[in-house]
């Protein structure tokens, strides 16, 4: 390319001193930072934005030998100033046009705030609710994940990346960070290597095919190398196997934190042992500038692995067009809150939500209904955000009781907040609330987690709702007038008891700025829910990890479980893969989600009962909207491997999309399935495709729908 010939001059002028320090990124703009800047000895800031990310840009350009323009990095996760749903939330809207959209959004007014380098998307494999950073993922499916993923590195990065809206988007974790061991935090993964390259990779290649700028280095141990000194994942996979090109950048202090692992000795063993893994920039700590150059000097380390970083560091530097223009996209920072960009934040908050149950009580009539509004979420501006909001404000929130006093007039709304806090046990407030129900003709409870309750160090142990809501639902419910949960949170939780108890569940996750006006609209009726589930929610805790992809095993459970086996282990009668005190089944499947119409699944064909490695299958079905409303369908297709060289699991997702009915109206929809999309790793760690006989499915959900079978062959 055009600029690796200015690369190789740039690198060339380069001291030591100078190539170590493009490989540095620290947090603030201090004076020693400053410092660092002018001598031509940091590459990367973090977390400053607008007068101070112009100064100190200005600093590197202006004031330092060689003008290497920084690279400022911030974490715009979902929005910046507007803010959209959590990421899990825009993966359950299964709408990549508008996560990619929501994406390019939040790239414009992140540049006009002089940010030009995003930490996302996150695009972790996440199977654990109880993970804080779940809210971050896509979810637990890595087809979805993978679709998301590209959509939100296509939105941040633009057709050009030197476009004064384009910032660089920067893949992470890498890899396997949502596998850690019971949930927590910065904990140990053991991940095989077929599932490694099958499920928890695949994401990743997808983003590095997208051509993302970047990727971040994992805190997590993986198979006993930590990810920020795994050589095996950066080196051979991602640079070597991938042929990426891009930049590596470690998470927050991962390098030194080796030292802990126990993989590294000292600081210099882990600066060490990062840049010979593949780790091009270090972030916040400091080994790098305070070891690589008595590593090279020594010849324990090779210059040339500094050059390969300090090329890859330079190479996204010039791809978005720093060198030329380094300062903030002045245009954009007028657009913050722009009408379009709340329009599109209250379109995906409308599409992400999940209509979990629904006892013929949803949608409310907007003239006639007298709702009393109640719970700990109706009107905390800074909840409805979610996790991960550097540069959100709650005053630009519109919450669910502003939005619904707004559609209804005030006199048709009284509220009572029930509970001071979503964790709160004090059941002081309950009289009011239960008198706000009892002069309404319904109840809209907003309950949920509070925003610091999910992300990063905020694993839970126990996944119920928190505090005393299921009690303030008990005094709800004992009024006699109906109850609708509306509950935000950043994880599926557990919810069988609410279910039992209420009329109706909206699941809303953390929704954004626009939370109120979009779950207006659908609780009315304006809009009609469409979101999907990207996890599976439990019944208990005790059955996590539950995912729909999982493997049949030898004794798959009976559709009836949970049940008492009959036998004994000589005679196993009953002996199953199940437990003795819950159903193994999940409450809500992947892909579930209920709309206030009905759809109907008919006329499966398959363009042929076989199929050739170089053909392709069409798989097509008649859906049809058989309700009174009009609504929008996530169709989706999963194939099963019925033999394997390695067994395979029972479903998996290979397609999904979304089409909008009238009532009466029907719709052919069709999909392609290649023998590509039927590939997965053998023991050698090949990917290969098998001959043999395969399940298909046309489905509203990964349980159930339209069922064929057809032959790959050779």
């Known amino acids: 390319m055009q600029y690796e010939q200015q690369i190789e001059a740039l690198l060339a002028q380069m001291t030591l001193a100078e190539k170590i320090g493009q490989m540095r990124q620290l947090h603030g703009t201090g004076e020693n930072q400053k410092t660092l800047v002018r001598e031509g000895n940091l590459g990367s800031v973090l977390n400053v934005i607008d007068a101070e990310a112009h100064e100190i840009q200005r600093i590197a350009v202006e004031e330092s030998r060689l003008g290497i323009p920084l690279l400022i990095g911030r974490d715009v996760i979902h929005g910046f100033r507007t803010i959209f749903p959590i990421p899990l939330g825009q993966a359950a809207s299964f709408n990549p046009d508008l996560v990619r959209e929501a994406a390019r959004v939040a790239a414009r007014e992140a540049s006009g705030a002089g940010i030009n380098w995003t930490f996302a998307p996150m695009i972790d494999i996440a199977r654990d609710p109880r993970w804080g950073r779940i809210a971050e993922s896509c979810g637990e499916d890595a087809y979805l994940a993978s679709l998301m993923g590209v959509a939100m590195v296509e939105g941040f990065q633009g057709d050009d990346l030197t476009a004064p809206e384009a910032i660089a988007a920067c893949a992470k974790h890498y890899v396997g960070y949502g596998a850690s061991e019971n949930g927590r935090d910065y904990n140990t993964a053991w991940i095989p290597e077929v599932l490694l390259r099958d499920v928890y990779l695949a994401p990743f290649h997808a983003a590095a095919e997208a051509g993302a700028a970047t990727f971040m280095s994992a805190f997590n141990d993986l198979n006993g190398v930590p990810t920020s000194g795994n050589e095996f994942t950066l080196r051979q996979i991602l640079k070597g196997e991938w042929a990426y090109d891009g930049m590596v950048v470690s998470d927050w202090a991962s390098i030194v934190e080796m030292i802990a692992h126990g993989y590294a000795a000292d600081a210099r063993d882990a600066a060490l042992k990062g840049v010979q893994a593949g780790v091009d920039m270090e972030m916040a700590s400091t080994s790098y500038a305070e070891y690589l150059a008595e590593l090279v000097e020594s010849s324990t380390l090779s210059l040339d692995l500094i050059d390969d970083a300090v090329r890859r560091v330079l190479r996204i530097k010039f791809r978005l067009g720093l060198f030329n223009q380094p300062y903030a996209n002045a245009a954009a920072a007028e657009s913050l809150l722009a009408a379009e960009h709340l329009d599109l934040a209250r379109q995906i908050a409308k599409e992400s939500c999940v209509l979990l149950s629904n006892k013929q009580t949803l949608p409310l009539s907007q003239n006639q209904t007298k709702v009393a509004i109640v719970g700990p979420l109706a009107n905390h501006a800074a909840y409805q ?216 699944y008919s006329n499966l064909r398959l363009s042929s009962p076989k199929i050739g490695f170089d053909e392709t299958l069409s798989i097509s079905a008649t859906i049809t909207n058989t309700g009174k409303y009009a609504g929008s369908e996530v169709v989706q297709l999963y194939i099963r491997d019925l033999v394997g060289s390695m067994t395979r699991p029972i479903k998996e997702l290979k397609g999904f999309q979304r089409i909008a009915l009238e009532p009466g109206q029907s719709q052919e929809v069709t999909f392609e399935l290649r023998s590509a999309d039927l590939s997965f790793h053998n023991n050698a760690m090949q990917k290969i495709v098998e001959p043999g006989e395969f399940h298909v499915w046309v489905a509203p959900s990964s349980i159930g729908g339209l069922q064929a079978t057809f032959e790959l062959t050779r």
């Open 385 to 600: 955000l979610g996790c991960w909001v550097f540069d959100g404000k709650p005053e630009d929130s519109q919450t669910p009781l502003q939005a619904i006093r707004a559609l209804l007039g005030d006199a048709q709304v009284v509220f009572a907040q029930g509970l001071a806090e979503a964790r709160s046990t004090d059941h002081s407030l309950f009289d009011e609330a239960v008198a706000a129900a009892q002069a309404a003709d319904v109840v809209l409870a907003f309950l949920g987690e509070d925003a610091g309750l999910s992300g990063e160090a905020h694993s839970r142990a126990f996944i119920d709702l928190p505090g005393a809501q299921l009690a303030l639902i008990d005094a709800l419910v004992a009024t006699g007038k109906p109850v609708v949960a509306v509950v935000m949170a950043g994880r599926s939780l557990v919810l069988g008891e609410l279910q039992d108890k209420v009329q109706a569940m909206l699941y809303a996750w953390h929704p954004g700025t626009m939370a109120g006006p979009a779950i207006a609209d659908l609780l009315f009726g304006l809009d009609n829910p469409s979101g999907r589930l990207p996890i599976s929610f439990p019944r208990t805790v005790g059955q996590v990890p539950v995912y729909y992809n999982r493997k049949n095993t030898g004794r798959p459970p009976s559709e009836d479980a949970p049940s008492i086996p009959t036998g004994t282990p000589l005679d196993p009668s009953g002996f199953t893969s199940s437990y003795l005190d819950v159903d193994h089944r999940p409450l809500f499947a992947f892909g579930y989600g209920l709309s206030y119409t009905t759809f109907e």
